[in-house]
């Protein structure tokens, strides 16, 4: 738990033991519970964020798409983008102007974000012109063939390339407010937020 964690934690506790008699002991037990709770959420979060989502393993963004290895540790920053963490995306996702979710993950079926369309494979850093067109006409089609529509791109975690590949692609082709949510799945999992079942859109 951080400095500032432990700090409120014993914040809270001294009100507790200034607390006596029968309402102060009902009083102290939601108190105690308050505290247990968030502690488990902030024991979760721990100092990199929800599942490394913050982690900075000192990679530098590269000059252009990864084509192969996606699995592996990730920059921090990814140019013409904004990266996004977990409870900041819950909140936009709140907003009556929510950003449109892409879930670009590869492989089988798996749990995701709700709300998230599943391009699978849109990931990959090797396609072929075909491909590529493909693709960009895809997500002219999600963005309403609007450049400033609010994306946010997201695979499994922190150490996987393919939503970085897919939020790189987006700003090269013009888009203007592209989010890579660079802990993906699990970090949202490990926030105990909801998650849904994927369900492929065909491009």
Known sequence: MSHRARNSAAC?????????????????????LIIAMWSVQAVAQGETGF????????????????GSNYHGRTPVTLPGARVVKTMELKSMLEQDSRPFLVDVLSGPAHRTLPGALWLHNGGLGDFDAAEEKRYLDTIALLAGHDKARHLVFFCSSAQCWLSYNAALRAVR?????????????????????????SDPFPW
């Open 12 to 32: 809270w506790l001294r009100q507790i033991d200034g607390l006596h008699g029968t309402v102060g002991a009902i009083q102290r037990f939601c108190l105690l």
């Open 51 to 66: 599942a490394d989502e913050d982690r900075d393993w000192g990679i530098a963004p590269p000059p252009g798409l990864r």
């Open 173 to 197: 082709a013009g888009y203007t407010n592209v989010y890579w949510y660079r802990g993906g799945i699990d970090a949202w999992r490990a926030a105990e937020l909801p998650t849904t079942g």
